[in-house]
């Protein structure tokens, strides 16, 4: 088989490859946006416990994680509806 050949077979198989990986991508960010556009719309009723408790420095890393995964939510949720 020429080099050419085998080459060529590579290229259709990269650009293949590159087509099934961004098809994958694009099939994927609806549902993620979705399932961050609606955490950051439900993570913030996860602070009403914390509130009605009173928040005290036990309950920091709980305050931490929960700011920080609703951060997470509203930048994966952002786009969510916009396309």
Not at 6 to 23: F, I, N, P, V
Not at 57 to 79: E, F, K, Q
Request: hydrophobic letters at 45%; charged letters at 15%; zero cysteines.
């Amino acid at each position: 088989m020429p080099p050419s050949t085998g080459q060529s077979k590579s290229s259709r198989l990269g650009e293949s490859l590159s087509r099934t990986a961004s098809s994958l991508s694009a099939d994927l960010a609806t549902p993620l946006r979705a399932v961050g556009f609606y955490a950051a719309i439900g993570l913030p009723f996860g602070y009403l416990p914390l509130l009605a408790d009173g928040v005290g420095p036990a309950d920091a890393p709980v305050v931490g994680v929960l700011l920080a995964a609703n951060a997470l939510a509203l930048v994966v949720g952002h786009r969510y509806g916009d396309e």
